[in-house]
Protein backbone atom coordinates (compact mmCIF):
# COMPACT_ATOMS: atom_id res chain seq x y z
CA UNK A 1 0.00 0.00 0.00
CA UNK A 2 2.85 2.11 0.63
CA UNK A 3 4.78 1.48 -2.64
CA UNK A 4 2.17 2.11 -4.85
CA UNK A 5 0.09 4.67 -3.03
CA UNK A 6 3.83 6.41 -3.41
CA UNK A 7 3.21 5.44 -7.35
CA UNK A 8 -0.26 6.93 -7.34
CA UNK A 9 1.09 9.98 -6.06
CA UNK A 10 3.94 10.66 -8.01
CA UNK A 11 1.68 9.80 -11.43
CA UNK A 12 -0.94 12.59 -10.06
CA UNK A 13 1.91 15.24 -9.27
CA UNK A 14 3.22 14.60 -12.60
CA UNK A 15 -0.18 15.02 -14.36
CA UNK A 16 -0.81 18.47 -12.20
CA UNK A 17 2.52 19.83 -13.64
CA UNK A 18 2.15 18.59 -17.24
CA UNK A 19 -1.61 19.90 -16.94
CA UNK A 20 -0.54 22.90 -15.41
CA UNK A 21 2.18 23.68 -18.28
CA UNK A 22 -0.64 23.27 -20.71
CA UNK A 23 -2.70 25.78 -19.06
CA UNK A 24 0.20 28.69 -18.80
CA UNK A 25 1.73 27.89 -22.02
CA UNK A 26 -0.96 26.70 -24.79
CA UNK A 27 -3.96 28.18 -22.91
CA UNK A 28 -7.71 26.58 -22.78
CA UNK A 29 -7.49 25.28 -25.79
CA UNK A 30 -4.89 23.22 -25.25
CA UNK A 31 -6.65 21.91 -21.93
CA UNK A 32 -9.57 21.35 -24.33
CA UNK A 33 -7.80 19.31 -27.06
CA UNK A 34 -5.57 17.40 -24.05
CA UNK A 35 -8.58 16.16 -22.14
CA UNK A 36 -10.66 15.21 -25.71
CA UNK A 37 -7.71 13.34 -26.74
CA UNK A 38 -7.26 11.61 -23.59
CA UNK A 39 -11.29 10.95 -23.33
CA UNK A 40 -11.24 9.18 -26.90
CA UNK A 41 -8.17 7.28 -26.44
CA UNK A 42 -9.03 5.90 -22.92
CA UNK A 43 -12.52 4.92 -24.50
CA UNK A 44 -10.91 3.05 -27.24
CA UNK A 45 -8.39 1.38 -24.28
CA UNK A 46 -11.14 0.09 -22.51
CA UNK A 47 -12.68 -1.59 -25.06
CA UNK A 48 -9.79 -2.64 -27.21
CA UNK A 49 -8.55 -4.51 -23.93
CA UNK A 50 -11.65 -5.99 -23.26
CA UNK A 51 -10.77 -6.18 -19.45
CA UNK A 52 -7.75 -9.24 -20.00
CA UNK A 53 -5.52 -6.77 -17.94
CA UNK A 54 -7.69 -7.85 -14.65
CA UNK A 55 -8.85 -11.33 -16.22
CA UNK A 56 -5.65 -12.82 -17.08
CA UNK A 57 -3.89 -11.54 -13.56
CA UNK A 58 -6.29 -14.29 -12.18
CA UNK A 59 -5.51 -17.10 -14.22
CA UNK A 60 -1.64 -16.08 -13.94
CA UNK A 61 -1.49 -15.98 -10.03
CA UNK A 62 -3.58 -18.92 -9.61
CA UNK A 63 -0.76 -21.37 -11.62
CA UNK A 64 1.93 -19.18 -9.83
CA UNK A 65 0.41 -20.72 -6.80
CA UNK A 66 0.43 -23.92 -7.91
CA UNK A 67 4.09 -23.72 -9.05
CA UNK A 68 4.02 -25.37 -12.58
CA UNK A 69 6.19 -23.37 -14.75
CA UNK A 70 5.54 -24.35 -17.97
CA UNK A 71 1.71 -23.90 -17.64
CA UNK A 72 2.59 -20.36 -16.52
CA UNK A 73 4.87 -19.95 -19.32
CA UNK A 74 2.09 -21.30 -21.53
CA UNK A 75 -0.31 -18.54 -19.70
CA UNK A 76 1.90 -16.13 -20.39
CA UNK A 77 2.36 -16.56 -23.81
CA UNK A 78 -1.42 -16.92 -24.82
CA UNK A 79 -1.79 -13.53 -22.79
CA UNK A 80 0.91 -12.31 -24.87
CA UNK A 81 -1.04 -13.42 -28.00
CA UNK A 82 -4.13 -11.98 -27.13
CA UNK A 83 -3.28 -8.50 -26.07
CA UNK A 84 -0.71 -8.01 -28.99
CA UNK A 85 -3.66 -8.66 -31.49
CA UNK A 86 -6.33 -7.24 -29.48
CA UNK A 87 -4.27 -3.65 -29.89
CA UNK A 88 -3.29 -4.33 -33.07
CA UNK A 89 -6.71 -4.74 -34.35
CA UNK A 90 -7.72 -1.52 -31.99
CA UNK A 91 -5.14 0.36 -33.53
CA UNK A 92 -6.31 -0.66 -37.16
CA UNK A 93 -9.97 0.23 -35.80
CA UNK A 94 -9.22 3.63 -34.85
CA UNK A 95 -7.02 4.36 -38.01
CA UNK A 96 -9.40 4.30 -40.14
CA UNK A 97 -12.25 5.42 -37.71
CA UNK A 98 -10.04 8.71 -37.45
CA UNK A 99 -12.34 10.94 -39.74
CA UNK A 100 -15.74 9.44 -37.52
CA UNK A 101 -13.56 10.06 -34.48
CA UNK A 102 -12.89 13.48 -35.60
CA UNK A 103 -16.24 14.37 -36.60
CA UNK A 104 -17.70 13.49 -33.05
CA UNK A 105 -15.19 14.62 -30.91
CA UNK A 106 -14.85 18.19 -32.58
CA UNK A 107 -17.78 18.55 -35.04
CA UNK A 108 -15.53 18.95 -38.18
CA UNK A 109 -12.42 16.66 -39.91
CA UNK A 110 -9.50 19.25 -38.89
CA UNK A 111 -7.91 16.68 -36.39
CA UNK A 112 -8.23 13.36 -38.18
CA UNK A 113 -3.99 13.00 -38.38
CA UNK A 114 -4.41 13.89 -34.43
CA UNK A 115 -6.17 10.31 -34.25
CA UNK A 116 -4.34 8.61 -36.96
CA UNK A 117 -1.44 9.38 -34.78
CA UNK A 118 -3.07 7.78 -32.29
CA UNK A 119 -3.14 4.45 -33.16
CA UNK A 120 0.39 4.72 -32.08
CA UNK A 121 -0.20 5.44 -28.26
CA UNK A 122 -3.06 2.24 -28.92
CA UNK A 123 -0.46 -0.33 -29.92
CA UNK A 124 1.78 0.76 -27.10
CA UNK A 125 -1.17 0.41 -24.31
CA UNK A 126 -1.74 -2.58 -25.44
CA UNK A 127 2.19 -3.82 -25.14
CA UNK A 128 1.86 -2.00 -21.27
CA UNK A 129 -1.49 -3.86 -20.48
CA UNK A 130 -0.02 -6.99 -21.45
CA UNK A 131 3.28 -6.83 -19.66
CA UNK A 132 1.96 -5.53 -16.55
CA UNK A 133 -1.01 -8.02 -16.36
CA UNK A 134 2.40 -10.63 -16.09
CA UNK A 135 4.19 -8.58 -13.63
CA UNK A 136 0.98 -8.54 -11.13
CA UNK A 137 0.29 -11.97 -11.29
CA UNK A 138 3.60 -13.16 -10.73
CA UNK A 139 3.79 -10.72 -7.96
CA UNK A 140 6.77 -8.82 -9.45
CA UNK A 141 5.41 -5.48 -7.35
CA UNK A 142 8.95 -3.74 -7.63
CA UNK A 143 9.25 -3.73 -11.28
CA UNK A 144 5.42 -2.50 -11.38
CA UNK A 145 6.03 0.11 -8.89
CA UNK A 146 9.15 1.03 -10.81
CA UNK A 147 7.65 1.23 -14.32
CA UNK A 148 5.01 3.77 -13.09
CA UNK A 149 7.42 5.86 -11.75
CA UNK A 150 10.07 6.10 -14.51
CA UNK A 151 6.73 6.09 -16.65
CA UNK A 152 5.55 9.20 -14.80
CA UNK A 153 9.04 11.34 -15.20
CA UNK A 154 10.35 10.33 -18.17
CA UNK A 155 6.94 11.30 -19.80
CA UNK A 156 6.60 14.74 -18.44
CA UNK A 157 10.20 15.39 -18.80
CA UNK A 158 9.78 14.30 -22.63
CA UNK A 159 6.40 16.57 -22.42
CA UNK A 160 7.76 19.48 -21.43
CA UNK A 161 10.00 20.92 -24.17
CA UNK A 162 6.64 20.07 -26.73
CA UNK A 163 4.76 22.04 -24.89
CA UNK A 164 7.38 24.83 -25.08
CA UNK A 165 8.36 24.70 -28.72
CA UNK A 166 5.49 23.62 -30.37
CA UNK A 167 2.22 24.61 -28.26
CA UNK A 168 -1.16 23.45 -29.79
CA UNK A 169 0.58 20.96 -31.95
CA UNK A 170 1.63 19.41 -28.92
CA UNK A 171 -0.50 17.85 -27.01
CA UNK A 172 -1.03 14.73 -29.35
CA UNK A 173 3.12 14.37 -29.53
CA UNK A 174 3.06 14.61 -25.51
CA UNK A 175 0.01 11.81 -25.25
CA UNK A 176 2.56 9.42 -27.47
CA UNK A 177 5.81 10.76 -26.03
CA UNK A 178 3.77 9.40 -22.26
CA UNK A 179 2.91 6.19 -23.97
CA UNK A 180 6.02 5.57 -25.40
CA UNK A 181 8.03 6.32 -21.85
CA UNK A 182 5.36 3.72 -20.27
CA UNK A 183 5.94 1.33 -23.03
CA UNK A 184 9.91 1.26 -22.88
CA UNK A 185 10.26 1.08 -19.26
CA UNK A 186 7.46 -1.72 -19.50
CA UNK A 187 9.43 -3.14 -21.86
CA UNK A 188 12.62 -2.75 -19.89
CA UNK A 189 11.18 -4.45 -16.58
CA UNK A 190 9.28 -7.45 -18.36
CA UNK A 191 9.01 -10.23 -16.57
CA UNK A 192 11.96 -12.08 -17.90
CA UNK A 193 11.69 -15.41 -15.90
CA UNK A 194 10.45 -18.05 -18.51
CA UNK A 195 11.88 -16.79 -21.24
CA UNK A 196 13.82 -20.22 -20.63
CA UNK A 197 10.82 -22.42 -21.32
CA UNK A 198 10.24 -22.85 -25.11
CA UNK A 199 6.17 -22.73 -25.48
CA UNK A 200 4.91 -23.44 -29.42
CA UNK A 201 1.12 -23.41 -28.79
CA UNK A 202 -1.21 -24.21 -31.82
CA UNK A 203 -3.37 -21.08 -33.30
CA UNK A 204 -6.48 -22.65 -31.86
CA UNK A 205 -5.45 -23.74 -28.32
CA UNK A 206 -4.07 -20.14 -28.11
CA UNK A 207 -8.01 -18.97 -29.21
CA UNK A 208 -9.92 -21.24 -26.84
CA UNK A 209 -7.79 -20.48 -23.34
CA UNK A 210 -7.84 -17.14 -24.63
CA UNK A 211 -11.53 -16.98 -24.68
CA UNK A 212 -11.47 -17.65 -20.78
CA UNK A 213 -10.11 -14.29 -20.69
CA UNK A 214 -12.27 -12.39 -22.86
CA UNK A 215 -15.55 -14.31 -21.13
CA UNK A 216 -14.18 -12.83 -17.58
CA UNK A 217 -13.12 -9.83 -19.21
CA UNK A 218 -16.14 -8.72 -21.27
CA UNK A 219 -18.68 -8.91 -17.96
CA UNK A 220 -15.92 -6.05 -16.70
CA UNK A 221 -15.52 -4.09 -19.49
CA UNK A 222 -19.83 -4.26 -19.70
CA UNK A 223 -19.88 -3.18 -15.71
CA UNK A 224 -17.02 -0.33 -16.32
CA UNK A 225 -19.49 1.02 -18.92
CA UNK A 226 -22.22 0.73 -16.98
CA UNK A 227 -20.52 2.62 -14.59
CA UNK A 228 -19.20 5.25 -16.85
CA UNK A 229 -23.29 5.22 -18.59
CA UNK A 230 -24.79 5.81 -15.09
CA UNK A 231 -22.43 8.83 -14.25
CA UNK A 232 -23.17 10.21 -17.89
CA UNK A 233 -26.75 9.62 -17.70
CA UNK A 234 -26.96 11.84 -14.08
CA UNK A 235 -24.55 14.52 -15.44
CA UNK A 236 -26.54 14.91 -18.25
CA UNK A 237 -30.22 15.44 -15.85
CA UNK A 238 -27.95 17.60 -13.36
CA UNK A 239 -27.44 19.83 -16.56
CA UNK A 240 -30.71 20.03 -17.15
CA UNK A 241 -32.03 20.53 -13.88
CA UNK A 242 -29.38 22.84 -12.32
CA UNK A 243 -27.44 24.60 -14.97
CA UNK A 244 -23.36 24.30 -15.86
CA UNK A 245 -21.97 25.13 -12.32
CA UNK A 246 -23.38 22.91 -10.59
CA UNK A 247 -22.04 20.00 -12.50
CA UNK A 248 -19.04 21.61 -11.80
CA UNK A 249 -19.44 21.60 -8.09
CA UNK A 250 -20.82 17.63 -8.72
CA UNK A 251 -17.82 16.80 -10.64
CA UNK A 252 -14.95 18.46 -8.73
CA UNK A 253 -16.58 16.39 -5.40
CA UNK A 254 -16.96 13.35 -6.52
CA UNK A 255 -13.33 13.63 -7.64
CA UNK A 256 -12.26 14.89 -4.17
CA UNK A 257 -14.33 11.92 -2.58
CA UNK A 258 -13.99 8.87 -5.34
CA UNK A 259 -10.96 9.14 -7.24
CA UNK A 260 -8.47 10.50 -4.50
CA UNK A 261 -10.12 7.35 -2.29
CA UNK A 262 -9.82 5.30 -5.46
CA UNK A 263 -6.06 6.04 -5.04
CA UNK A 264 -5.63 3.57 -1.68
CA UNK A 265 -7.78 0.95 -3.39
CA UNK A 266 -5.48 0.71 -6.38
CA UNK A 267 -2.20 0.72 -4.17
CA UNK A 268 -3.89 -2.17 -2.01
CA UNK A 269 -5.76 -3.99 -4.84
CA UNK A 270 -2.16 -4.11 -7.17
CA UNK A 271 -1.21 -6.75 -4.54
CA UNK A 272 -4.14 -7.96 -2.95
CA UNK A 273 -5.95 -9.44 -6.23
CA UNK A 274 -3.45 -11.57 -7.00
CA UNK A 275 -2.76 -12.92 -3.75
CA UNK A 276 -6.37 -13.78 -3.58
CA UNK A 277 -6.85 -15.13 -6.84
CA UNK A 278 -3.86 -17.64 -5.52
CA UNK A 279 -5.87 -18.66 -2.64
CA UNK A 280 -9.72 -18.44 -3.44
CA UNK A 281 -9.91 -21.82 -3.30
CA UNK A 282 -9.33 -22.46 0.22
CA UNK A 283 -12.27 -21.30 2.46
CA UNK A 284 -9.88 -20.55 5.30
CA UNK A 285 -6.79 -18.90 3.71
CA UNK A 286 -10.07 -16.09 1.65
CA UNK A 287 -11.29 -15.61 5.14
CA UNK A 288 -7.72 -15.02 6.35
CA UNK A 289 -6.94 -12.57 3.69
CA UNK A 290 -9.96 -11.04 2.76
CA UNK A 291 -10.33 -10.19 7.29
CA UNK A 292 -7.09 -8.65 7.08
CA UNK A 293 -7.50 -6.40 3.90
CA UNK A 294 -10.64 -5.00 5.61
CA UNK A 295 -8.86 -4.30 9.00
CA UNK A 296 -5.81 -2.57 7.10
CA UNK A 297 -7.56 -0.51 4.80
CA UNK A 298 -10.74 0.57 7.37
CA UNK A 299 -7.54 1.25 10.10
CA UNK A 300 -5.36 3.59 7.36
CA UNK A 301 -8.55 5.26 5.81
CA UNK A 302 -10.73 5.68 9.51
CA UNK A 303 -7.00 8.17 10.30
CA UNK A 304 -7.24 10.05 6.57
CA UNK A 305 -10.83 10.61 6.71
CA UNK A 306 -10.62 12.01 10.27
CA UNK A 307 -7.85 14.01 8.90
CA UNK A 308 -9.22 15.30 5.81
CA UNK A 309 -12.63 15.86 7.42
CA UNK A 310 -10.59 18.22 10.18
CA UNK A 311 -8.75 20.27 6.89
CA UNK A 312 -11.60 20.38 4.51
CA UNK A 313 -11.69 23.43 3.72
CA UNK A 314 -8.31 24.25 3.54
CA UNK A 315 -8.20 20.95 1.03
CA UNK A 316 -11.11 22.25 -0.50
CA UNK A 317 -9.31 25.95 -1.07
CA UNK A 318 -5.86 24.35 -2.04
CA UNK A 319 -6.94 21.61 -4.97
CA UNK A 320 -10.08 24.13 -6.15
CA UNK A 321 -10.50 27.64 -4.66
CA UNK A 322 -13.12 29.12 -2.80
CA UNK A 323 -15.69 29.25 -5.40
CA UNK A 324 -15.67 25.53 -4.32
CA UNK A 325 -16.50 25.64 -0.17
CA UNK A 326 -20.08 24.75 -1.75
CA UNK A 327 -19.02 20.75 -1.82
CA UNK A 328 -17.66 21.00 1.55
CA UNK A 329 -21.44 19.46 2.53
CA UNK A 330 -21.23 16.99 -0.16
CA UNK A 331 -17.72 15.66 0.29
CA UNK A 332 -18.27 15.66 4.01
CA UNK A 333 -21.43 13.16 4.46
CA UNK A 334 -19.98 10.99 1.48
CA UNK A 335 -17.02 10.23 3.75
CA UNK A 336 -19.31 7.91 5.35
CA UNK A 337 -19.33 6.13 1.82
CA UNK A 338 -15.88 5.54 2.01
CA UNK A 339 -15.74 3.54 5.20
CA UNK A 340 -18.52 0.74 3.17
CA UNK A 341 -16.81 1.45 0.23
CA UNK A 342 -13.92 -0.33 1.64
CA UNK A 343 -15.42 -2.92 3.05
CA UNK A 344 -17.35 -3.91 -0.20
CA UNK A 345 -14.70 -3.42 -2.89
CA UNK A 346 -12.48 -6.01 -0.37
CA UNK A 347 -15.09 -8.96 -0.55
CA UNK A 348 -16.37 -7.72 -4.55
CA UNK A 349 -12.48 -8.97 -5.41
CA UNK A 350 -13.28 -12.03 -4.31
CA UNK A 351 -16.07 -12.43 -7.19
CA UNK A 352 -13.32 -11.51 -9.79
CA UNK A 353 -10.81 -13.90 -8.03
CA UNK A 354 -13.60 -17.13 -8.26
CA UNK A 355 -13.72 -15.88 -12.30
CA UNK A 356 -18.01 -15.41 -11.17
CA UNK A 357 -18.53 -13.16 -14.63
CA UNK A 358 -22.28 -13.40 -14.38
CA UNK A 359 -22.00 -13.08 -10.87
CA UNK A 360 -20.18 -9.75 -11.09
CA UNK A 361 -22.42 -8.16 -13.37
CA UNK A 362 -25.39 -8.53 -11.70
CA UNK A 363 -23.74 -6.91 -8.87
CA UNK A 364 -22.95 -3.96 -10.51
CA UNK A 365 -25.72 -3.73 -12.20
CA UNK A 366 -27.59 -3.39 -8.88
CA UNK A 367 -25.51 -1.17 -8.12
CA UNK A 368 -25.01 1.62 -10.90
CA UNK A 369 -29.10 1.19 -11.00
CA UNK A 370 -29.50 1.80 -7.10
CA UNK A 371 -26.65 4.59 -7.21
CA UNK A 372 -28.40 6.66 -9.92
CA UNK A 373 -31.94 6.71 -7.91
CA UNK A 374 -30.31 7.79 -5.24
CA UNK A 375 -28.44 10.74 -6.90
CA UNK A 376 -31.33 11.98 -8.34
CA UNK A 377 -34.04 10.99 -5.49
CA UNK A 378 -31.31 12.51 -2.89
CA UNK A 379 -30.80 15.82 -4.99
CA UNK A 380 -34.29 16.88 -5.17
CA UNK A 381 -34.26 16.42 -1.51
CA UNK A 382 -31.54 18.27 -0.39
CA UNK A 383 -29.40 19.47 -2.96
CA UNK A 384 -25.63 19.06 -3.21
CA UNK A 385 -25.39 17.91 0.73
CA UNK A 386 -27.93 15.19 -0.49
CA UNK A 387 -25.61 13.76 -3.30
CA UNK A 388 -23.14 13.54 -0.44
CA UNK A 389 -25.76 11.39 1.51
CA UNK A 390 -26.74 9.61 -1.57
CA UNK A 391 -23.44 8.27 -1.68
CA UNK A 392 -22.96 7.15 1.64
CA UNK A 393 -26.18 5.27 1.56
CA UNK A 394 -25.54 3.78 -2.23
CA UNK A 395 -22.16 2.07 -0.78
CA UNK A 396 -24.38 0.97 2.27
CA UNK A 397 -26.60 -0.98 -0.58
CA UNK A 398 -23.46 -2.13 -2.32
CA UNK A 399 -22.13 -3.73 0.80
CA UNK A 400 -25.19 -5.62 1.18
CA UNK A 401 -25.66 -6.51 -2.36
CA UNK A 402 -22.15 -8.08 -2.05
CA UNK A 403 -22.47 -9.53 1.38
CA UNK A 404 -25.15 -11.44 -0.25
CA UNK A 405 -23.00 -13.14 -2.35
CA UNK A 406 -20.05 -13.61 -0.14
CA UNK A 407 -21.56 -14.95 2.56
CA UNK A 408 -24.84 -16.63 1.37
CA UNK A 409 -23.52 -17.75 -2.44
CA UNK A 410 -19.83 -18.69 -1.84
CA UNK A 411 -20.32 -19.11 2.00
CA UNK A 412 -17.27 -17.20 3.49
CA UNK A 413 -16.67 -15.77 6.52
CA UNK A 414 -14.97 -12.70 8.43
CA UNK A 415 -12.98 -12.60 11.47
CA UNK A 416 -14.71 -11.29 14.46
CA UNK A 417 -12.10 -8.68 14.31
CA UNK A 418 -13.38 -6.87 11.17
CA UNK A 419 -16.88 -6.20 12.73
CA UNK A 420 -15.38 -4.25 15.40
CA UNK A 421 -12.68 -2.18 13.24
CA UNK A 422 -15.93 -1.49 11.01
CA UNK A 423 -17.79 -0.01 13.12
CA UNK A 424 -14.50 1.71 14.78
CA UNK A 425 -14.07 2.99 11.30
CA UNK A 426 -17.35 4.13 10.80
CA UNK A 427 -17.52 5.63 14.65
CA UNK A 428 -14.83 7.67 14.13
CA UNK A 429 -16.19 9.25 10.98
CA UNK A 430 -19.16 10.28 12.55
CA UNK A 431 -17.65 11.62 15.79
CA UNK A 432 -15.53 13.88 13.48
CA UNK A 433 -18.45 14.96 11.25
CA UNK A 434 -21.27 15.50 14.60
CA UNK A 435 -18.25 17.60 16.35
CA UNK A 436 -17.46 20.27 13.12
CA UNK A 437 -21.46 20.07 13.02
CA UNK A 438 -21.55 21.83 16.13
CA UNK A 439 -18.18 23.74 16.16
CA UNK A 440 -15.99 21.61 18.10
CA UNK A 441 -12.97 21.44 16.72
CA UNK A 442 -10.67 20.63 19.62
CA UNK A 443 -12.85 17.61 20.05
CA UNK A 444 -12.58 16.66 15.98
CA UNK A 445 -8.58 17.23 16.57
CA UNK A 446 -8.86 14.58 19.18
CA UNK A 447 -10.77 12.62 17.68
CA UNK A 448 -8.50 12.59 14.41
CA UNK A 449 -5.25 12.03 16.90
CA UNK A 450 -6.52 9.06 18.28
CA UNK A 451 -7.17 7.63 14.65
CA UNK A 452 -3.52 8.41 13.24
CA UNK A 453 -2.29 7.07 16.42
CA UNK A 454 -4.40 4.02 15.70
CA UNK A 455 -3.54 3.24 12.70
CA UNK A 456 0.35 3.72 12.93
CA UNK A 457 -0.07 1.30 15.26
CA UNK A 458 -1.78 -1.21 13.17
CA UNK A 459 0.39 -0.81 10.34
CA UNK A 460 3.36 -1.04 12.82
CA UNK A 461 1.57 -4.41 14.01
CA UNK A 462 0.95 -5.80 10.23
CA UNK A 463 4.84 -5.27 9.34
CA UNK A 464 5.83 -6.94 12.52
Request: proline share 1%; with cysteine; hydrophobic share 55%.
Amino acid sequence: MGVFGGVQVMTILCSIVRTKLVAVWIGPVGIGLFGLYNAALDMINNVANLGIRSSSVRDIAIEAERGSRRRIAEIIAVVRHWTWALGAIAAFLSLAASPLLSRWTFGDGDHVWGFVALSVAVMLNALVNCEQSILQGTRRLRQLAQIGVCGAATGLAVSVPLFYFLRDDSIVLSIIAYSAAVAFFTWRFRNKEYRDEKVSLPLHEVASRGAGFVKLGFFMTLGSFLSLLSSYIFIAYLNLKAGTDTVGHYQAGYTLIHRYAALIFTAIGTEYYPRLARVCHSRWRTRLFVSQEINIALNVLAAIIAVFLLLRQVVVGILYSSDFYAIIPFVSYASIGIVFQAISWCMAYVIIAKGKGKTYIVTECLSTAIGLVLNVVFYNYAGLAGLGWAYAVWYMFYTVIVGIVYFGNFRFTLHRSTLYVSLYATATTVAVLVALHYGLWWAAAIVAAIAVATGALSLRRQLR
